[in-house]
């Protein structure tokens, strides 16, 4: 698994070397030295939609409505920057992210069956809130496009849905359960049962989570959307920036439809190369050069390091902590 990661990281940044080359390095340099401490503007756009995020998480958490949000929403908010952060800098694909998330849920004091049901749900919810911001920016496409467009964008969104509606009816009917059977019959001199009861457990809790969310979950995936929705800004604000202004539905298009092409490139450690690839495919419908649009991806890649660095500090003072602790209970 982790050798796949790599490859696919070296493939993105080969991939990421080669659109540089083809258009020139020093054009898409020059355009980024325009921006020069901008880019921390660009970062503090970001923290609306991680705040935003983190409440879609904590709506999750709260066992009651009645319960004060205060604990719960400064646990999904150093869970949503450290999976972000785990994303963006580590070599673990976009599963990484999630997986962070819970351990971290978990360290904080959630069960474990809670923590991943939690995640799960919410991730769930989160995409389905980016299809239908997706689905926004494919209206927008069609106003600008040729005709032709239409049905492509249309049949992508499509087999899209019934992805994530697969994944939902995997979750009701026992997911995690079947992945462990899957490794059993994939591994079988390996004892699964152990693996089989925690699965079977946090499959309980997801289907809790459905049951007696009720308006929580509508909550969380609004806010998920609204999230989606404000990182608009930061698209608007970067190519201001850049020197080639553009209007609010422009940057709609180009943050709807890039963070489609982010996500359909999930296995590939922090999309490298394909993003910067979906860019310069859609800079030609708003009238970009190519090298303002590479600009925009480096530079949304130098706000994720800014805000992902710390984050990767905090997340091992957090695991040498915890392994501490459990030293100490151990003894």
Same mark, same amino acid.
């Given at each position: 698994?982790?050798?796949?990661?790599?490859?696919?990281?070296?493939?993105?940044?080969?991939?990421?070397?080669?659109?540089?080359?083809?258009?020139?390095?020093?054009?898409?340099?020059?355009?980024?030295?325009?921006?020069?401490?901008?880019?921390?503007?660009?970062?503090?756009?970001?923290?609306?939609?991680?705040?935003?995020?983190?409440?879609?998480?904590?709506?999750?958490?709260?066992?009651?409505?009645?319960?004060?949000?205060?604990?719960?929403?400064?646990?999904?908010?150093?869970?949503?920057?450290?999976?972000?952060?785990?994303?963006?800098?580590?070599?673990?694909?976009?599963?990484?992210?999630?997986?962070?998330?819970?351990?971290?849920?978990?360290?904080?004091?959630?069960?474990?069956?809670?923590?991943?049901?939690?995640?799960?749900?919410?991730?769930?919810?989160?995409?389905?809130?980016?299809?239908?911001?997706?689905?926004?920016?494919?209206?927008?496409?069609?106003?600008?496009?040729?005709?032709?467009?239409?049905?492509?964008?249309?049949?992508?969104?499509?087999?899209?849905?019934?992805?994530?509606?697969?994944?939902?009816?995997?979750?009701?009917?026992?997911?995690?359960?079947?992945?462990?059977?899957?490794?059993?019959?994939?591994?079988?001199?390996?004892?699964?049962?152990?693996?089989?009861?925690?699965?079977?457990?946090?499959?309980?809790?997801?289907?809790?989570?459905?049951?007696?969310?009720?308006?929580?979950?509508?909550?969380?995936? @609004? %806010?998920? +959307?609204? /999230?989606?929705? =404000? $990182?608009?800004? *930061?698209?608007? #604000? @970067? %190519?201001? +920036?850049? /020197?080639?202004? =553009? $209007?609010?539905? *422009?940057?709609? #298009?180009?943050?709807? +439809?890039?963070?489609?092409?982010?996500?359909?490139?999930?296995?590939?450690?922090?999309?490298?190369?394909?993003?910067?690839?979906?860019?310069?495919?859609?800079?030609?419908?708003?009238?970009?050069?190519?090298?303002?649009?590479?600009?925009?991806?480096?530079?949304?890649?130098?706000?994720?390091?800014?805000?992902?660095?710390?984050?990767?500090?905090?997340?091992?003072?957090?695991?040498?902590?915890?392994?501490?602790?459990?030293?100490?209970?151990?003894?």
């Amino acid at each position: 698994m982790r050798r796949a990661a790599l490859l696919s990281l070296l493939a993105g940044g080969a991939l990421l070397l080669v659109l540089l080359a083809w258009q020139g390095m020093d054009s898409v340099l020059s355009a980024l030295a325009l921006v020069g401490w901008g880019v921390l503007s660009i970062t503090a756009l970001h923290l609306p939609p991680l705040l935003l995020d983190a409440g879609a998480i904590a709506v999750l958490l709260r066992p009651t409505s009645a319960a004060p949000a205060s604990p719960y929403f400064r646990s999904a908010l150093l869970a949503r920057w450290l999976g972000e952060s785990v994303n963006s800098l580590m070599p673990a694909g976009q599963i990484g992210g999630p997986v962070l998330m819970v351990r971290h849920l978990t360290q904080r004091g959630l069960g474990g069956s809670q923590a991943t049901a939690v995640i799960t749900v919410s991730t769930t919810l989160q995409t389905a809130a980016q299809l239908v911001f997706t689905l926004v920016g494919i209206a927008v496409c069609c106003a600008y496009a040729s005709g032709n467009v239409t049905v492509p964008l249309l049949s992508v969104s499509g087999v899209l849905l019934l992805l994530l509606y697969a994944f939902y009816v995997a979750q009701r009917r026992g997911l995690f359960e079947m992945l462990v059977q899957g490794l059993g019959r994939a591994l079988p001199r390996h004892d699964w049962t152990h693996w089989l009861e925690r699965a079977r457990g946090a499959d309980l809790a997801v289907q809790s989570v459905y049951r007696n969310s009720g308006s929580r979950a509508a909550w969380s995936f @609004a %806010l998920s +959307l609204v /999230g989606w929705a =404000v $990182g608009v800004a *930061e698209v608007w #604000l @970067a %190519l201001r +920036l850049l /020197g080639h202004p =553009v $209007g609010w539905t *422009e940057a709609l #298009l180009l943050e709807s +439809l890039g963070q489609a092409v982010r996500a359909a490139a999930f296995a590939i450690p922090g999309a490298l190369g394909v993003q910067e690839g979906g860019y310069l495919l859609l800079a030609h419908l708003v009238g970009l050069p190519p090298s303002t649009a590479l600009a925009l991806s480096l530079l949304k890649r130098a706000r994720e390091i800014i805000l992902a660095v710390p984050g990767i500090v905090y997340l091992q003072h957090a695991e040498r902590r915890w392994r501490r602790i459990r030293a100490q209970g151990a003894g």
